[in-house]
């Protein structure tokens, strides 16, 4: 089974009167897995639930693989939808469940049966067909809601928080399965979620979502390593943001001034701007570093808070520069407040925006 389409959102407008959602535009691949990523109330599912044709647009265009479905009924665009509660039918065993939409379309009992089969051996859920949904565990439940979306073969595949309501267990095996399902079936996936390392896992791009608009479209790499704005970065778990004045030196290399510190960097950019470093890109010692980082300084602990397996260790220069490192360095170097270390990063570890 292999199916998807392309998907292209014009200048999407929405004006709900509590939320708005701004000129949206995207473009997706058919076969892509698309994912919307932002914080709570920035309009990701008032977004695919527009997308889905639950609430009319009040301007712009929907076209799936070109044709405009704008002004169609959620049964005619070819959608499938899985919401984060499942919304399971509680008086229909397993299969039934799956099957309601092709029932619903007028799919005759022999080919229903069949592609009930075949879909749920792929999810590995065919023995639990006899079976009611409040007897299965959240996992099951939704894959029981994904087999039931995807059996009617939908040229795009929405998914609202799928994994929002699971043990951290079950979300991790559950994350994996849709890797693999879309590797199998290809089928064009837009995924909501506000948990930006679920984002970088799944999506062959993202778009991040904020008060009903998109800021920032990108793969993974690009939104976790270069984000465009200040929010993305801060969303995204940057950390260090600071705010100063770039000017240029040879080679595509520049030189940060911030308050009276300098920071090796690697862009083109001149003049007032905003430049991030992830936190696991910094290292820091108790000792003076031997390293072909361009950027050494010496500063003081002022915090150390341990997270279990790993540590943030902020170290005032200044500014303050938060670093992660293992719980095994924390104690190995026996970090605490007060210490004084050494912190170093590459120039290339800074990006300038």
Do not use: W
């Amino acid at each position: 089974m292999t199916y998807g389409a392309s998907v292209s959102v014009k200048d999407l407008g929405l004006d709900l009167e509590e939320f708005k959602l701004h000129q949206v535009n995207l473009d997706v691949a058919a076969g892509e897995y698309f994912v919307i990523l932002g914080p709570t109330g920035a309009g990701k599912t008032v977004l695919l639930e527009t997308f889905a044709g639950v609430y009319r647009s009040d301007h712009g265009r929907i076209l799936i693989d070109g044709e405009d479905v704008t002004d169609l009924p959620p049964e005619r665009r070819g959608v499938g939808f899985v919401y984060q509660d499942y919304a399971l039918f509680p008086h229909l065993a397993v299969a039934e469940n799956i099957a309601f939409g092709l029932k619903l379309s007028g799919v005759d009992r022999a080919t229903r049966v069949q592609r009930v089969s075949d879909l749920s051996q792929v999810l590995g859920i065919d023995h639990l067909l006899d079976r009611q949904p409040d007897t299965l565990s959240g996992g099951e439940q939704q894959r029981v809601a994904l087999a039931r979306a995807l059996v009617v073969k939908p040229r795009v595949l929405l998914l609202d928080e799928p994994l929002g309501a699971l043990d951290p267990e079950t979300r991790q095996a559950l994350q994996l399965e849709l890797a693999r399902v879309h590797r199998e079936l290809h089928t064009t996936t837009l995924h909501v979620t506000h948990d930006f390392e679920e984002a970088v896992s799944l999506g062959d791009r993202i778009a991040v979502m904020n008060d009903g608009r998109i800021v920032q479209v990108g793969s993974p790499h690009e939104i976790f390593r270069k984000p465009a704005s200040e929010f993305v970065a801060r969303f995204v778990g940057v950390r260090n943001i600071f705010e100063g004045d770039v000017r240029a030196t040879e080679g595509g290399y520049g030189v940060l001034s911030l308050d009276g510190l300098e920071i090796a960097a690697v862009t083109h950019l001149v003049g007032q701007v905003h430049g991030s470093i992830r936190p696991e890109d910094i290292i820091i010692s108790s000792r003076p570093l031997r390293s072909s980082a361009q950027n050494s300084f010496c500063g003081s602990i002022v915090s150390v808070v341990d997270k279990g397996t790993v540590a943030h260790v902020v170290v005032r220069v200044p500014p303050d520069f938060t670093c992660i490192i293992t719980r095994r360095s924390l104690e190995e170097m026996e970090l605490r407040e007060g210490m004084e270390v050494y912190i170093s990063f590459k120039a290339s570890a800074v990006h300038v925006f």
